[in-house]
């Protein structure tokens, strides 16, 4: 359950937002002065503070300073009926997450109070990295044993420890958001504030007035002066999810904070100096997008100091138990559900399929599984109908058939897209063709992989057959098993 501590000296405000917000999910604490809120938040620790700034006592700006100093990690919005632009820069100098004017547009109140309470929970919720799950005491985590997981992993240390620009790549649902705030949260930065904002959930005539704010009037429907993202993440880290759907003008803005750290807010001369990190994210080509005059080449540089490209789950199988493993557990302990473990059947259903939705998709999967599973354990049937069917893109993961020209041979499925008179040499060629245009394409080890899955297929598990139609011996098949994560006692596909 979240918790809202409202500091407000009015009785009538105090109880008008226990009534309104307070509910299964949020609990509402009140305190009448600075010095009573303060002491609220040592004992109750809340997620969100909403204060007034003109209080008897202590006022709201010197208790702005203290609670910074308290928990700098903890979000403010200041509210006054008598507010002033300067009062604003200073209670933004001073860390407030945002500056509401009285009297309240209840529906967009509550939209801001869900994205502070959203800020807060990202900014608090430690994203870890771990090659093993040897702990089970955190909320989030990026899992992986795979060589290109592990080469991630190695980039998130290497950048936390800088304040270097980076760029996150890789297709929807790999947890990029998750990268970024693992390099935030082992950062320099961690004790300060981390904002995200998805660039293309917001239409483009509002993301420049989202990210730098705007002035009252400064277009049709500005009835109050906004503070953006940039001025709200000072000292702190700024996620910019989808950057690649941003807007040519939009784009010259972000350029000039990042090489100048200055800008202004929407209907404003005045300019403004913040010193925040950007994490930047995509999946989309950039380098195509510049190609086309649809991203500013500049803008690409200077985001792709360091670039981390996350692998979708089709090319690396072999973390599909270690994730399902992950996701059983923590969904286990969110919904309180009695299933407590999956089927090999289930887990080599789940390896065989391609997954386009990458990660989110397979977590979604298990979570519909645990719902509809008819007692403690996970099986075929609990799964979603769309993981028994076979994807086109599996193929990018998954070398075709061999044809050979010995008695015997079996000939292509008619499924297969591919020439029914592929041959080696044939193969070969178009395995390099598709290793240019997809540079994460490890060849040897995912047509390695691979050929031990079929062989384990076509000899039902029998691993001295399946040495044998590979030509090599019992142990160095063993090793290869052990080596790729294929669980001996199934054949996995």
């Known amino acids: 359950m979240d918790k809202l501590l409202l500091i407000d000296d009015e009785a009538d405000v ?47 700006m010197a208790t702005l300073r203290q609670m910074r100093e308290l928990d ?15 009062t604003v820069i200073e209670a933004m100098k001073l860390g407030a997450y945002d500056y509401l004017h009285k009297p309240f547009d209840v529906p967009r109140l509550k939209e801001v109070i869900a994205a502070a309470l959203k800020a807060s929970q990202d900014m608090r919720r430690v994203v870890s990295y771990q090659p093993l799950l040897e702990s089970e005491d955190y909320d989030l985590g990026i899992v992986g044993r795979s060589e290109a997981m592990q080469n991630v992993f190695k980039l998130i240390g290497q950048l936390a420890a800088t304040d270097a620009t980076a760029l996150v790549t890789g297709e929807s649902g790999t947890g990029k958001e998750l990268v970024a705030r693992a390099i935030y949260h082992h950062s320099r930065r961690s004790n300060q504030p981390f904002l995200a ?55 010259t803005k972000i350029l000039r904070v990042l090489q100048s750290g200055t800008f202004e807010r929407v209907g404003s001369s005045q300019s403004f100096t913040v010193n925040v990190r950007v994490i930047a994210a995509t999946n989309k080509p950039l380098e195509n997008a510049v190609a086309r005059r649809e991203f500013r080449e500049d803008l690409f540089f200077r985001l792709n100091v360091v670039r981390i490209h996350l692998p979708p789950l089709r090319e690396r199988r072999q973390d599909i138990p270690l994730l399902v493993d992950y996701f059983l557990k923590k969904l286990s302990q969110r919904t309180g559900l009695g299933v407590r473990s999956i089927s090999e059947a289930a887990v080599q259903r789940l390896e065989a399929y391609a997954w386009p939705g990458n990660v989110r998709e397979l977590e979604n999967a298990l979570q519909r599984a645990m719902v509809v599973c008819k007692s403690d354990v996970i099986l075929p049937d609990d799964l979603p109908q769309e993981t028994a069917a076979s994807d086109p893109r599996a193929l990018e993961s998954k070398p075709p058939e061999l044809k050979t020209s010995q008695p015997g041979s079996h000939p292509p499925t008619s499924g297969n897209p591919l020439p029914t008179d592929l041959d080696v040499e044939t193969l070969a060629k178009l395995l390099f063709q598709r290793a240019r245009n997809q540079n994460q394409l490890k060849i040897l080890p995912a047509v390695e992989r691979q050929l031990i899955v079929q062989s384990m297929l076509e000899t039902q598990g029998n691993q001295v057959q399946a040495a044998k139609l590979l030509g090599i011996t019992r142990a160095t098949l063993r090793k290869r098993i052990e080596k790729f994560g294929i669980r001996r006692e199934t054949s996995i596909g």
Request: proline share 5%.
């Open 72 to 86: 700098p990690k903890l979000p403010v919005i200041m509210m006054t009926a008598y507010g002033s632009t300067q």
């Open 197 to 251: 904002i998805n660039c293309a959930a917001i239409p483009e005539n509002l993301l420049e007035s989202e990210l730098f704010g705007h002035e009252k009037g400064a277009f049709t429907g500005a009835t109050h002066q906004r503070i953006g993202k940039f001025e709200q993440c000072h000292n702190g880290t700024l996620f910019l999810d989808e950057i690649g759907d941003m807007s040519l003008p939009t784009q």
């Open 14 to 60: 105090r109880y008008s937002f226990q009534r309104i917000f307070e509910s299964p999910s949020l609990r509402v604490y009140v305190a009448s002065s600075g010095e009573e809120g303060l002491e609220q938040i040592r004992s109750v620790k809340p997620d969100l503070v909403l204060m007034d700034i003109r209080m008897a006592g202590i006022g709201g």
